[in-house]
């Protein structure tokens, strides 16, 4: 399994891996509901349900496809992805209006739901992106590569296309897939490294809050509790760490998995 994701109700998940197929999970039952097949070039490295719940994007490699999240049916995808260009992530704005898909190695493309219309192309090449995350509010999205940077644009300032806020962390290291994300009320980015550290920024300076350090712990996922009070932390020794962000100190360490955790959701009450 590569991805996770819960539907905006809660009482669904959806999920993809190196089987090229998405399951959908009923949360009232431990068997998987629907199994979906469609993604016939690599492993499925994305899956994300729509803010209204109603569908599911997923990406893998070249292949984009869209499904409704009742009925497990494939739908129409009313905007052109470039043909022949990698697509490895896309992600739905907060209010559903757009979307963001890496495309290519380095390249952060929008695309307007309502009319299809192509949006504002963002570059951080020659870097190869790995992953696109809108803030809460929907006006930033961040973007990250397979080293110690990450970048940040301003949607609402689409004329200025550079980076609005590019960090980058001294050491050897990579991100992992879900390791960055925003807080609920977007005034917080956590970012995690494989080399155990963690690090929380104010998305509009840049400037670094806080740090946690898991000694040799690679993290695999992050996740904000919906009240912002505590980040869970996926490890590298199969236990995930739940952070009180106020007190900075790990409060809770929960253990029961067999290899290293890569993905994390709350559900929506917490």
Aim: proline share 4%.
């Amino acid at each position: 399994m590569r991805d996770v994701d819960s539907s905006p109700n809660g009482l669904q998940i959806t999920s993809g891996g190196d089987d090229m197929k998405v399951r959908l999970w009923g949360l009232s039952s431990s068997w998987s509901s629907v199994k979906l097949q469609g993604h016939q070039v690599s492993s499925l490295l994305r899956t994300t349900y729509s803010p209204d719940g109603h569908s599911i994007l997923t990406a893998s490699g070249r292949s984009v496809q869209k499904w409704d999240s009742k009925t497990g049916a494939s739908l129409p995808i009313t905007f052109q992805f470039p043909e022949a260009v990698s697509v490895t992530a896309v992600e739905f704005s907060p209010d559903g209006d757009h979307i963001a898909a890496i495309v290519g190695e380095g390249n952060v493309q929008v695309w307007d739901r309502r009319t299809c219309a192509v949006g504002p192309v963002f570059k951080a090449e020659p870097w190869r992106l790995l992953n696109a995350v809108y803030s809460p509010c929907g006006r930033l999205v961040a973007a990250f590569s397979g080293i110690y940077c990450f970048w940040l644009w301003d949607l609402h300032n689409t004329t200025v296309k550079e980076h609005h806020v590019f960090v980058t962390l001294e050491g050897n290291g990579c991100f992992e897939r879900r390791s960055v994300t925003f807080s609920y009320a977007g005034n917080q980015l956590a970012i995690g490294f494989d080399d155990g550290s963690n690090h929380i920024f104010d998305p509009q300076s840049g400037d670094r809050l806080s740090s946690l350090e898991l000694a040799q712990q690679a993290l695999g996922a992050l996740a904000y509790s919906p009240n912002d009070q505590q980040l869970a932390i996926g490890g590298g020794d199969s236990s995930i760490y739940l952070w009180d962000v106020q007190s900075q100190e790990p409060c809770i360490k929960l253990v029961g998995h067999s290899a290293s955790v890569q993905s994390i959701a709350y559900s929506p009450c917490g």
